[in-house]
């Protein structure tokens, strides 16, 4: 099976919830790595590459809305 990654960076008090929705919206997989000093999360999320990134990352950012957040796609 083929997979994507997402990763994003976000702030400490809403990683949880932004992983949840990762979950909610498929991801088969998700890890997070606190950066102590800035107190920044970055998440990775691994989807099926049958969801398809573009519409992966348009939900994302609709879920995220107009937080400043970093998204890359691998």
Known sequence: ???FELELEVPHETA???SDEL???G???VT???NRITSVVTIKAYFPAKF???ETL???ERYLGK???KIATR
Do not use: H, I, P, R
């Open 1 to 3: 099976m083929e997979w």
């Open 67 to 69: 937080n400043k957040t």
């Open 32 to 34: 997070e790595d606190l």
């Open 58 to 60: 348009v939900k994302l």
């Open 23 to 25: 979950f909610e919206m």
């Open 16 to 18: 949880e919830a932004v």
């Open 52 to 54: 398809g990134q573009k």
């Open 27 to 29: 991801a088969g997989g």
